[in-house]
């Protein structure tokens, strides 16, 4: 996968042509679309001359039979039927305008439809103006790189790597854009764990989605662990994307594949379901972390409001500053009756945001009384570009497994205890991460990809088996519920006598507390059964506050996933001994390095 970094700093050198004549963070306007034609013109160049030679037979056919025909002379769903080509471009240094624009021209629509979103006529003139006049050094030094030995993975891993360089020059958010393939590798594992005898069937068709797709990532890695199991499977791949220039990278990818690229469509998730109506088998999404939804608020509250549960946000609306949650129900609305499996990475957020009655507490509750949560891995930190904050994987199955039914499991992938264990010499190596050879931008660690003792296959095998362990937790969906009660206490007058309203005693709104009671509680031998309000309150709070009650108009049920506590484990402090012990060994190392300075 090296020859990957090789092409990308290549291309990226192209970008000192431009220093001067263009702002840093106007470079992807001409790197990427030029990318996206070199990668173009490299796949089309060993059928080239054979799809001139047809254009002629077939110039009185419609246009409709020609690009059937010249699709098929090509060996590709589409084609470029222009005299031109990266070569002959350069070989005319005074025309490289005129003739760069009838080689655009003569793709197919398909392909043509995606070179427009770059708006690309635009930078043609500007670098073909006489100020600039760059225009054929830059032609020149794309049709010397080639890119016709390289994989739909490699150039996968091409683009994102040029846009992650681009959005550090103009301080954007890379992480809007593509996600780190080892993660992608390992959501994809999971989404497809229990579904091997399913993918093996022959003549097998299956569809995959992804809401907020950027480059195409996701699809294409699903794509390629579908087609490992089985070659002569059929997935189909849909998405959507607001990016125009990701939007435009992504269709080329699946032009070049054989997939059928108005199946991506471009535009706000939100606002215009372009896939409307359309369910799937299979979801992936890595939506942007912690991006607000302001300018889509006006349409999705009215969806809210008018639509409700037939609409996709009825569950509830997050708060303003966080899309994550309107992502996922954007996803659950299409799941299919017979069965889907979604796996969607997030940040903490969703997992505890919002108290008892938010949105954000609703949407958690609407998911797991449905019985539709599976299962949480909390990742590695420092794992993404853009940010070095901790993140999880949430699956969701609509028909779970008989084993998993009822039931949520937790996965603690961070890798935090090997590193204890590793400290104290017990462990050699962290089971879940190592630390790259150097660094990408906040990405410091990465899942390490071989064998099943380590990284995605080791996590991989901790989903599949279900099991207990010290990584992996199983509890009851009603583990995560809780009812937030408001206790109240009397209000008295100076002589400490209780003020009563129609023969109740007043509420001291001053006195007025809160308490969060969990369905379950936790038994001596560590079951956990139901318990009640009252259960709780005779137990907890009657013994501290006898002249105390519950104002039960204000009870809401609310719904929070505390990851950290649940695989929290006390720690008993080392003894004052050990710890006096310690202080005097460094005490006296400290002095005997100051003797040997002054001696």
Request: charged letters at 30%.
């Amino acid at each position: 996968m090296n020859s990957f970094k090789e092409k990308a700093d290549k291309i990226w050198e192209v970008a000192n042509l431009l220093r001067g004549d263009y702002k840093r963070s106007d470079y992807g306007k001409v790197i990427l679309p030029m990318t996206v034609l070199r990668r173009l013109d490299c796949v089309l160049a060993p059928n080239k001359q054979k799809v001139l030679d047809t254009l002629s037979k077939v110039k009185d056919s419609s246009e409709t039979a020609k690009d059937k025909v010249l699709n098929a002379t090509a060996g590709l769903n589409f084609h470029n039927r222009s005299q031109f080509d990266f070569d002959k471009i350069v070989a005319d240094a005074n025309n490289v305008a005129a003739n760069l624009r009838n080689y655009i021209n003569g793709f197919s629509i398909s392909a043509r439809e995606i070179i427009e979103y770059f708006n690309f006529d635009d930078q043609i003139d500007r670098m073909d103006d006489p100020k600039a006049d760059i225009l054929f050094r830059v032609v020149k030094a794309f049709q010397e790189i080639d890119l016709k030995d390289m994989g739909s993975m490699e150039m996968g891993y091409v683009f994102e790597d040029l846009i992650r360089r681009f959005a550090e020059q103009s301080n954007e958010t890379a992480g809007e854009h593509f996600t780190p393939r080892e993660v992608i590798k390992l959501m994809v594992n999971m989404l497809f764990n229990d579904d091997s005898d399913i993918l093996t069937k022959e003549g097998i068709v299956k569809t995959l989605y992804d809401p907020a797709c950027g480059t195409g990532g996701m699809l294409s890695v699903g794509e390629q662990h579908v087609k490992e199991f089985n070659p002569n499977a059929d997935l189909k791949v849909f998405g959507q994307e607001i990016n125009p220039e990701s939007y435009a990278i992504c269709k080329s990818d699946m032009l070049i594949k054989g997939q059928n690229p108005s199946n991506i469509k471009f535009g706000n998730t939100f606002t215009i379901d372009g896939l409307e109506d359309e369910q799937f088998d299979y979801m992936l999404s890595n939506p942007p972390f912690g991006v607000d939804w302001k300018k889509a608020q006006k349409i999705i509250k009215a969806e809210y409001e008018n639509k409700g549960m037939q609409g996709r946000f009825g569950a509830g609306l997050p708060r303003i500053n966080d899309g994550s949650f309107l992502f996922l129900q954007h996803m659950i609305s299409k799941m299919k009756s017979t069965g889907t499996r979604i796996a969607v990475v997030f940040n903490g957020s969703p997992l505890f945001s919002g108290s008892a009655g938010s949105g954000e507490s609703e949407i958690r509750k609407w998911i797991i009384e449905n019985d539709w949560l599976e299962a949480i891995v909390a990742l590695p930190d420092q794992l993404f570009y853009n940010t070095g904050i901790s993140t999880y994987i949430w699956i969701i199955d609509n028909k779970k497994a008989e084993e998993r039914k009822g039931k949520v499991q937790l996965i603690n992938a961070t890798g935090a205890k090997d590193e204890e264990l590793i400290k104290e010499g017990e462990l050699e190596v962290n089971r879940f991460w190592k630390k790259m050879d150097r660094s990408l931008g906040n990405k410091r660690k990465q899942i390490p990809e071989n064998g099943t003792t380590k990284g995605i296959g080791f996590i991989s095998q901790l989903y599949g088996n279900f099991e207990e362990n010290e990584f992996s937790k199983i509890v009851p969906n009603d583990y995560f519920g809780y009812w937030r009660v408001t206790v109240e206490q009397p209000e008295k007058d100076e002589n400490g006598k209780v003020i009563k309203t129609k023969s109740k005693p007043k509420a001291d709104s001053k006195l007025r507390d809160y308490e969060n009671i969990p369905f379950l509680k936790k038994e001596k031998d560590g079951s956990l059964v139901p318990q009640t309000i009252k259960e709780y309150f005779t137990r907890e709070v009657a013994p501290h506050l006898p002249e105390a009650w519950i104002d039960e108009a204000k009870t809401k049920e609310g719904y929070e996933i505390n990851f950290t506590k649940y695989f929290y484990e006390f720690k008993p402090l080392r003894p004052l001994e050990e710890i006096k012990a310690a202080i005097l060994a460094l005490e006296k190392t400290s002095l005997e390095n100051q003797k040997t300075i002054l001696d």
